[in-house]
């Protein structure tokens, strides 16, 4: 796992330890002002999801963040259940499961994504989902996002995938490449590889916005003994990504721009654009960094559909939008 670069150009490696052990700034009680939270790698949408650490809304907030970059979204979880994070940015659907086993003792607190930008593409022979029962899809893990979201998209539009073989394809851009590389009939990855699929031979055959709308994408789950000794950390980092959403939506040339030197290309590159007209277009992103409740139960109706849990989640018991509707009121004062 990696800090992510941002964190070692606001203080050396030695002062976080320092800060993290005890000798933050903190409020009276306490509270010491630092958030750690891991994430996956963004893409074209870092024009939102890393808008707040691009112009210091967080500093501005008077707390530290410090991100961990995960490699994959399996990691997320065992690193808020080991304590490694504060916090995750993470589908809601895995953690309804581990909490469903007893796995985690967390929270829901609020969203960097609510919609799910999402696709499954497949090799040109194939042009609709219903072609797609019998043959190979690429996902990562049984229980991650791209199977669950895979499976809730093939429900939804009346196919089963049950006769599907389904390989552990890797990363994002790998799934998305062996289906160029025809290793595998289809694959479950982001949008992102949308504007250049017809080059690369390669059909969309579905988009989440249009088959699972309300389907949900990050979620941010923290650990409820971090929640209860670090609330005002929790509420300061809320209102900082509160800030950035703002601000992305309001400056679609400077979203642009970021996003596009995440990526490394230009901010014409409809590798960029196309992404950044998504989330606008579709409202993906919560400027409130809302817990979007309606989503979450349907995501939870839709995963007990599909037989991913055994029964609904009880979102009285893993959400807690205490922190949200603070951050929320912090930002209007």
Request: hydrophobic letters at 40%; one cysteine or more.
């Amino acid at each position: 796992m990696d800090v992510r670069p941002g964190i070692r150009r606001l203080l050396p490696l030695l002062l976080v330890v320092v800060l993290s052990a005890g000798c933050a700034t903190g409020t009276d009680n306490g509270d010491q002002l630092t958030w750690k939270v891991g994430t996956l790698q963004c893409s074209t949408d870092c024009g939102f999801l890393k808008m707040a650490e691009e112009k210091g809304f967080f500093e501005r907030r008077g707390v530290e963040v410090e991100f961990v970059t995960l490699q994959s979204a399996s990691q997320a979880l065992p690193a808020l259940a080991s304590g490694e994070v504060d916090a995750v940015e993470q589908n809601a659907g895995a953690f309804f499961i581990a909490s469903e086993r007893g796995d985690l003792d967390a929270s829901i607190i609020g969203s960097t994504m609510i919609g799910l930008p999402w696709a499954i593409y497949a090799k040109k022979e194939i042009t609709s989902l219903d072609q797609l029962p019998g043959t190979s899809i690429a996902i990562s893990s049984p229980t991650g996002l791209p199977a669950t979201i895979a499976d809730v998209m093939f429900a939804q539009a009346g196919v089963s995938g049950e006769s599907m073989q389904k390989l552990n394809g890797g990363g994002n851009a790998d799934r998305y490449r062996a289906v160029v590389a025809g290793t595998t009939d289809s694959a479950s990855s982001p949008a992102d590889y949308v504007p250049r699929a017809a080059g690369d031979g390669v059909n969309v055959v579905a988009l989440s916005p249009d088959v699972v709308p309300d389907y949900p994408r990050y979620s941010i789950i923290a650990r409820n003994d971090r929640l209860a000794a670090k609330p005002e950390a929790a509420r300061r980092y809320l209102a900082g990504l509160m800030d950035g959403f703002r601000y992305a939506y309001a400056h679609a040339e400077e979203a642009l721009a970021l996003a596009a030197k995440e990526a490394g290309t230009t901010p014409d590159d409809p590798y960029i654009t196309y992404m950044h007209d998504l989330i606008v277009d579709k409202q993906l992103v919560d400027p409130d960094a809302g817990v979007a409740e309606p989503r979450l139960t349907y995501l939870s109706t839709m995963l007990t559909d599909t037989g991913h849990l055994r029964r609904p989640a009880d979102l009285a018991t893993l959400v807690d939008d205490r922190p949200q509707n603070d951050a929320l009121a912090m930002t209007r004062s």
